[in-house]
């Protein structure tokens, strides 16, 4: 699958943890990157020598990504609610 023109839901949705050019600290989920073009909904960076590792390994897929950009939005914070530390059961 390839990612949806006009989407950024994995720019928006998912909590990183790891530091991002311009987020030192990383960024909370449903916290908008920086490097988010708010016009287009394409990374910035994107391919440049300084894109995260995290987002690199990050691949669109029906099961993440959906039908549409809001399904997408839904399937990323339902995924970031079942995989946060302290909702994770032993």
Known sequence: MECRAGC???????????????MPQGKAAG???????????RCRIWHAPNYPEVCRRFRAAEETCGGSRGEALQLLDLLEQETRADTVSD
């Open 31 to 41: 916290e908008v990157c920086v490097n988010l073009d708010p016009q287009s909904y």
């Open 8 to 22: 950024g839901a994995c720019c928006i949705a998912p909590s990183i943890s790891s530091p991002l050019p311009g």
